[in-house]
């Protein structure tokens, strides 16, 4: 508790903030800040044991199915070639969309938004196919429960793309981890220390609480609210006092624009960040994906314990197979990356379908987040 304490009055120290005269307003500040770091480490350090007595429990099971495999190989043979073939009969081959649809460099493209609030860049008549009708069904399967959503993609080269309560203030958990490592390297030319570059592997890869905030220790909030100015300006001042500043779809968007611009163009310290990117634990987006395409990404996950951060997002950029584009998906789902799967799935498919890709669902009952 005091740990977390002295780091939250350090934040304030750093970025230069006038305290208030009025002691108690100064205290409030400071608790509020402390209670929300408490929170986040809780949550997302007891998923990462989580995670990590999985592993465990996984090396385990391999362990005994190797000590019978040994005893009787013949019959371990057999069981995996039947466990493959069930496999292969129970789980769909994905079946693309056939809806008419011109999504050439050269079709008419329009901007709309449907009654179901979903803005749209896309090729005209787009509304009609099987496509947009899985998408909005999987947006209702969240809203539907109540939960808040809000989400943006957007194909890099032509600007097509969909979105949705893009300008809503969410709560972005852990996603704004790939913003603050992002604006470390870029701060400082991308020249760090090997333990500083390993610190940044450990915040994005495993989504360590302890790597984010000795990052933030070292570097501060100032230079993350002025970074932020640049690209999501609606969240930079929050970002001068809090550690999980809330943003907009839209904002995270232009963040990640940034980051792919940075990622790709072989500036010093980018190949440290794609590194860690490529290889996130924990991402939706990651596992229904990585088999097929180069996914960078950053998710984020907060449980529903009265503060009103819940969340579940994933945020990051996918090289398809029809170009490379930014996804946003923040919700106020507490802690359940099930919940956005099928909406992560939708988006990919909208985006095959309207630049001339695969449109196909991809998700089935083993699909899962990345690193399980």
């Given at each position: 508790m005091a740990l977390a304490v002295v780091i939250a009055v350090a934040a304030l120290v750093v970025v230069g903030v006038t305290v208030p005269s009025a002691r108690e307003t100064a205290l409030h500040l400071v608790q509020g800040q402390t209670a929300q770091t408490q929170s986040q480490d809780q949550s997302e350090s007891t998923a990462d044991v989580d995670q990590a007595e999985a592993t465990d429990d996984s090396q385990g099971d391999q362990s005994a199915d190797a000590q019978d495999s040994s005893a009787d190989p013949n019959d371990s043979d057999q069981q995996a070639d039947e466990s493959a073939t069930e496999a292969q009969q129970t789980e769909p081959t994905p079946v693309e969309d056939t809806s008419p649809l011109d999504a050439s460099a050269s079709a008419t493209v329009t901007t709309t938004t449907t009654a179901s609030g979903i803005s749209m860049t896309v090729p005209a008549g787009f509304e009609t196919t099987a496509t947009y009708q899985n998408l909005e069904s999987a947006l209702a399967k969240i809203t539907g429960q109540g939960y808040k959503a809000s989400f943006v993609m957007t194909d890099l080269k032509t600007g097509r793309g969909v979105s949705y309560n893009a300008d809503a203030m969410m709560y972005p958990a852990s996603s704004i981890k790939a913003a603050y490592c992002t604006m470390v390297l870029e701060t400082t030319g991308g020249q760090v220390s090997s333990s500083v570059a390993s610190t940044i592997e450990d915040c994005i890869v495993n989504s360590s609480n302890d790597a984010f905030h000795s990052l933030i220790n070292q570097y501060g909030l100032q230079s993350e609210g002025d970074w932020l100015a640049k690209y999501a300006p609606e969240t930079s001042s929050k970002a001068y006092l809090y550690y999980y500043p809330e943003i907009t779809s839209t904002g995270f968007s232009n963040i990640w624009k940034e980051i792919y611009r940075y990622g790709t163009s072989g500036e010093a310290g980018a190949s440290t960040l794609t590194s860690a990117l490529?290889?996130?634990?924990?991402?939706?987006?990651?596992?229904?994906?990585?088999?097929?395409?180069?996914?960078?990404?950053?998710?984020?996950?907060?449980?529903?314990?009265?503060?009103?951060?819940?969340?579940?997002n994933d945020t990051g950029v996918v090289f398809s197979d029809c170009g490379d584009y930014v996804y946003v998906v923040q919700t106020n789902v507490p802690d359940d990356f099930s919940a956005i799967f099928p909406l992560l799935d939708a988006l990919n498919a909208t985006h095959g379908k309207i630049c001339g890709g695969s449109s196909a669902l991809l998700m089935t009952s083993s699909t899962t987040v990345s690193g399980q």
């Open positions: 490529s290889q996130s634990n924990h991402s939706p987006m990651g596992g229904l994906l990585r088999s097929r395409y180069t996914v960078w990404s950053k998710p984020g996950w907060y449980p529903a314990d009265g503060s009103g951060d819940q969340a579940t």
